[in-house]
């Protein structure tokens, strides 16, 4: 089983698949590290030999910035705007939308759930 920065890939998937399950590498960027690496992407990844694994490796870690050190540098990147004061960081602070969408209706996942109105006891 291919091990790739610090993320198990599935075995029975195929490599352009598994790849995606680094946080930071989708489809595009999967097919382009394949093309780098000649690798067909097509193949399992129980098929992969050693020699391809540590080539995705290099690949990976070496010209791209993925997993643990690309959730810091978004964070950090939020953290700045809130910093600033900039209207997306005001957004950011208060948990709205960030990028204009409507908040009048739907924006439900960002929000929170609605808080129901006061019901009054009966006696």
């Known amino acids: ?3 790739i920065a610090g993320i198990e890939l599935p075995k029975d998937k195929r490599i352009l698949i598994g790849l995606t399950y680094i ?3 989708g489809k595009s960027r999967s097919k382009e590290i394949l093309g780098k690496a000649n690798i067909d992407e097509n193949k399992k990844v129980k098929d992969l030999t050693t020699e391809e694994e540590k080539i995705l490796r290099d690949i990976i870690i070496g010209h791209y910035m ?3 050190e690309l959730r810091t540098q978004i964070a950090m990147d939020i ?3 809130m910093e600033i004061g900039c209207y997306r960081g005001l957004r950011h602070k208060r948990g709205m939308p960030v990028r204009g969408q409507r908040t009048h209706t739907n ?3 960002r929000r929170g759930r ?3 109105s006061m019901l009054v ?3």
């Open 79 to 81: 953290k700045r705007l």
């Open 1 to 3: 089983m291919a091990h």
């Open 107 to 109: 924006a439900r996942t």
């Open 23 to 25: 946080y930071g590498i």
């Open 114 to 116: 609605r808080k129901g």
């Open 66 to 68: 993925v997993e643990g």
């Open 121 to 123: 006891k009966k006696k």
